[in-house]
Structure formats: structure tokens, C-alpha cells
């Protein structure tokens, strides 16, 4: 009789009588953000500790309690509201009008070697130029109303998008588009169905660049000429010396950045998801 059948029954015998592998402990400061908003309130705390022994001036740096409570009132008038909706309809009108714009535009010179050579001369021109540098001339031409507040917010986001666009495209795999001609397909087709596709993780990420820069641009053009608006708001607050209320708007903007940012991260979570699928 052969020995394999022994073996093989103590060898199980030993599995079975092993300890359960002991499963990695999970430490809370595993967790990203169980580390990102534990920093936030260990800054928070020792301002608000620091200005309490210093003593400084209010004037100078309020208390974040000072802050929450004027953050509160402001919002308690509803003069913040009214200003962070300005500031949001601008920021997004113009944005989306640049996506529009941007997304064509960049399919348009991806696809036309003659297009691609006219408009690379004035990307190569316009992009680097600080848009901030165009407020005056933008005023000159469309006043300090709403169209010079979508113009600006779409300056902000339009290159950045058209420039993805171009690239996202031109990066297609190009058997993927013989192949789609060879199916019949039209032109209009193969952009619809595989270049657009195919430059949708690049154009996201033009995106994620031109909105934060529509944003940017949005609240400078408020502090300047704007009435309305969070820029315009934290403008007159430094002007009378509410530093509470400068501070309290910086909240705002900062939790703008962080909700944009967040929804951003799951979008793009779920176009990585789309195109394995």
C-alpha cells in the first residue's frame, strides 16, 4: 500500500487543526479620511488656542468660533445666500458654456489638420496669457453685468477643455476608427461613437483644470466690479475691516473647493468604471 493516502490525510488533519490566519488589524489612522479631517480640527483647535493665550487682536485673526458665529449671522440674513447663488450661477453658466464650445471646438481641430494649424497660433498665444489680465478690456466691451461675468467664467475653463479634447482625441487608438469605416460608419458616427468615447478620461480632466479656474476668475471679477457675490462680499468685508467676514466667505470658497473637488473624484470613480464595463 502506498504511503500518498497517509500523507495527504495528515496533512489535512494539520490545516484543519492550524489556527484561523489572524486577520491585518485596521487602524482608524488607515482611514484617508479619518486622517484629512482629524488634521482639519487639530488646526482648527490649536488656532483657536493659540489666539486665545496670544491675545491677539480679532482685527488681525479671529477665533474660528468667532468665525462660525458670524458665518451664522451672515447666513442668518440671508445676505450670504443670495451672494453664494450669484457667485454659482456665474461660475457654472460660464462653465458650461465653455464645455459645449470646448468639447466641439476640440473634436473640430483634432480631425482637421488645417483647423489644428490656424488655431494652434492662438492657443500658443492665449492659453498662458493670465485671463485675469482681460477684466478691463472684458469691461470695456460688455460691461460689468452678466455677460461679462459668463465671459469671464468661460475664458477660465475653454482652453483647458479644448486643449484635453485635442489630446484625448488624437490619442484613439486608430484601428478602432478603421474598423468603425469599415462598418460603415460616417464621419459624424466616428466622432460620436469612438472618438468622443475614447477622449472622454481626457477631456475630465480638462474639466477638473478649467472649473477651477472658471472659479478663480469668477471671484476677481466679483472683488473688481461685482455687487453680488462672494467676491464682492469678501471685498466690502476687508473694506470696513470685518474680519470675521472675510474669513467666514474663505469657508465658503474653501468648502466649495473641497465639494467640487469630492463630486469631481466620484465622477471620474464612475467614467472608470463606464469604460471597463
Do not use: H
Not at 462653465?95 to 481641430?109: D, H, N, T, Y
Not at 469657508?251 to 470613480?269: E, H
Amino acid at each position: 500500500m502506498s504511503d500518498q493516502p497517509i500523507v495527504e490525510r495528515s496533512t489535512d488533519i494539520a490545516r484543519a487543526a492550524a489556527p484561523p490566519a489572524a486577520k491585518p488589524s485596521v487602524s482608524l489612522l488607515d482611514d484617508p479620511r479619518v486622517l484629512g479631517w482629524g488634521a482639519v480640527v487639530l488646526v482648527l483647535a490649536g488656532w483657536e488656542l493659540t489666539a486665545i493665550l496670544t491675545g491677539v487682536n480679532r482685527l488681525y485673526l479671529p477665533r474660528p468660533t468667532q468665525i462660525v458665529v458670524a458665518l451664522f449671522d451672515m447666513f442668518a440674513e440671508g445676505k450670504l445666500a443670495v451672494d453664494l447663488a450669484y457667485t454659482l450661477y456665474r461660475i457654472f453658466a460660464g462653465f458650461f458654456i465653455a464645455l459645449v464650445v470646448g468639447v466641439a471646438f476640440g473634436i473640430w481641430i483634432a480631425t482637421s489638420p488645417r483647423v489644428r494649424a490656424v488655431a494652434d497660433m492662438f492657443i500658443a498665444a492665449l492659453y498662458p496669457l493670465p485671463k485675469v489680465t482681460l477684466i478691463p478690456l472684458l469691461i470695456i466691451w460688455l460691461g460689468t453685468g452678466g455677460p461679462f461675468m459668463l465671459t469671464i467664467s468661460a475664458l477660465g475653463a475653454i482652453f483647458p477643455i479644448i486643449i484635453n479634447t485635442v489630446l484625448g482625441v488624437r490619442q484613439c487608438d486608430p484601428g478602432l476608427v478603421l474598423a468603425a469605416r469599415d462598418l460603415g460608419a460616417s464621419q459624424r458616427q466616428v466622432m460620436r461613437l469612438v472618438l468622443l468615447p475614447s477622449a472622454i478620461p481626457s477631456i475630465f480632466a480638462g474639466v477638473r483644470l478649467g472649473l477651477g479656474v472658471s472659479i478663480i476668475l469668477v471671484v476677481a471679477a466679483e472683488m473688481v466690479v461685482g455687487k453680488l457675490g462672494l467676491g464682492a462680499r469678501l471685498y466690502l468685508a476687508g473694506q470696513v475691516l470685518e474680519t470675521e467676514q472675510v474669513f467666514a466667505v474663505l469657508i465658503v470658497l474653501a468648502a466649495l473647493g473641497i465639494l467640487v473637488t469630492k463630486i469631481q473624484d466620484q465622477i471620474d470613480i464612475w467614467l472608470g468604471r463606464w469604460r471597463l464595463a
